[in-house]
């Protein structure tokens, strides 16, 4: 496999031009059609989707909290089908997610929160899983940034 790049959700807010949240959509746009050239495994964790619904479902107005509530279900829809750019990851197993609770309490001293957490420990699992491909988590949160795991 080749370059595998994990979305944070401040990315996917952008990508479904999400008011309150879309302030640099041009740009991630542009790095988007990129990463399409370039042919790399968009993955969208589970969390990112759950948060982005929030965001969406926080907007004031209620057309445009429908309009994009439908958006996000059509986008995700299209994944789950193999007919959008990127693929949800599936959710995690029991042992999984018991590692990642047992994480949460270190990363929330760092005021990182369960979703950013589980973003990390799928970009970690990622990089053992290819170890040949490069890895990393594509963000507009400093928090995130800097995870790029390139091979050899």
Do not use: Y
């Not at 399409?36 to 969390?47: M, Q, Y």
């Not at 995700?76 to 193999?82: D, Q, V």
């Amino acid at each position: 496999m080749g370059e595998i790049v994990i979305i944070d959700t401040s990315i996917l807010l952008n990508v479904l031009d999400v008011p309150n949240f879309n302030q640099d959509r041009e740009i991630v746009l542009e790095q988007f059609e990129q990463c399409i050239d370039r042919n790399a495994t968009l993955l969208v964790p589970l969390g990112v989707v759950l948060e982005t619904g929030n965001h969406i479902a926080q907007l004031g107005d209620g057309n445009k909290r429908w309009h994009h509530a439908k958006k996000l279900r059509d986008q995700m829809g299209k994944a789950l089908a193999g007919e959008a750019p990127w693929n949800l990851v599936p959710l995690p197993d029991h042992e999984q997610l018991k590692d990642w609770l047992n994480a949460f309490p270190d990363s929330a001293e760092r005021k990182a929160g369960l979703v950013d957490l589980s973003i990390i420990k799928e970009w970690e699992a990622a990089c053992q899983r290819h170890p040949l491909s490069r890895v990393c988590i594509w963000s507009l949160d400093h928090h995130l940034q800097g995870r790029d795991r390139k091979p050899g």
